[in-house]
């Protein structure tokens, strides 16, 4: 089967850095996707990875490893309004999205 | 980046009645949008894919003539909910490709629906 995981929920303080790990599994690799989502909102697009690698926007990074099925989103100086869901998504072979259960970041003053 | 917008972002309505949401791409043309409906605190689950112009295609396990999908024309697909029940209660969320390098999705801003 084909499945996407990452942690449920995390918690992190206001002006430190968060890194959100994603791994996945699945038939066919075209891409790695993250998207924020805030509460009662639609998601955003932060970020894309097709190579391997460190991707940086800003005090956003995305990283991908190809053979390890793994990536990470990696969040620096954080503020409270980065309190979201941030979603891993994976193009597979057919070039659909496949979604992870999204990862809750809490920051705290 | 491209602009997409959804509508009504609230609706309740009373159970067995029907619901009509609306997507738009307000400044380039989808010949595909997608159909989501997300839980609380549970991920996106795909729905529909619409196709401008030729039937839907739905996702395993939704029901087609309970969920219509019109995609008349490269800027606006729509998304009937038909005798809605309770259970169809849920957050409801369109999106389109972009056309830029990477395809992202750029997505409406979503459809609460509350089925009394």
């Known amino acids: 089967g084909q499945n996407i995981d990452q942690p449920t929920e995390m918690t992190a303080t206001e002006g430190a850095i968060v890194q959100i790990n994603c791994t996945y599994q699945?038939?066919?690799?075209?891409?790695l996707f993250w998207y924020q989502q805030h509460a009662g909102e639609a998601p955003t697009f932060l970020s894309y990875?097709?190579l391997d690698g460190l991707e940086e926007k800003g005090r956003f990074s995305s990283f991908l490893s190809r053979s390890k099925g793994y990536s990470y989103l990696l969040l620096k100086e954080l503020q409270m309004k980065d309190s979201a869901s941030y979603l891993c998504a994976v193009k597979g072979s057919n070039y659909q999205l496949i979604w992870g259960a999204g990862t809750k970041l809490i920051i705290k003053p | 980046g491209a602009v997409v917008s959804q509508h009504p972002s609230r609706v309740i309505c009373k159970s067995g009645t029907s619901v009509k949401i609306e997507c738009r791409s307000l400044d380039f043309q989808a010949t595909t949008m997608f159909w989501y409906r997300q839980f609380p605190k549970q991920s996106l689950m795909l729905m529909a894919t619409?196709?401008?112009?030729?039937?839907?295609?739905?996702e395993q396990g939704v029901e087609k003539d309970k969920f219509l999908i019109n995609h008349a024309s490269l800027t606006l697909s729509t998304l009937t909910v038909t005798s809605a029940h309770p259970e169809d209660s849920s957050f409801y969320i369109c999106s389109a490709q972009g056309t830029g390098d990477w395809g992202e999705l750029f997505f409406g801003e979503g459809s609460r629906l509350t089925v009394l």
């Open positions: 619409s196709n401008e112009g030729s039937k839907a295609t739905y």
């Open positions: 990875n097709v």
């Open positions: 699945t038939s066919g690799f075209n891409g």
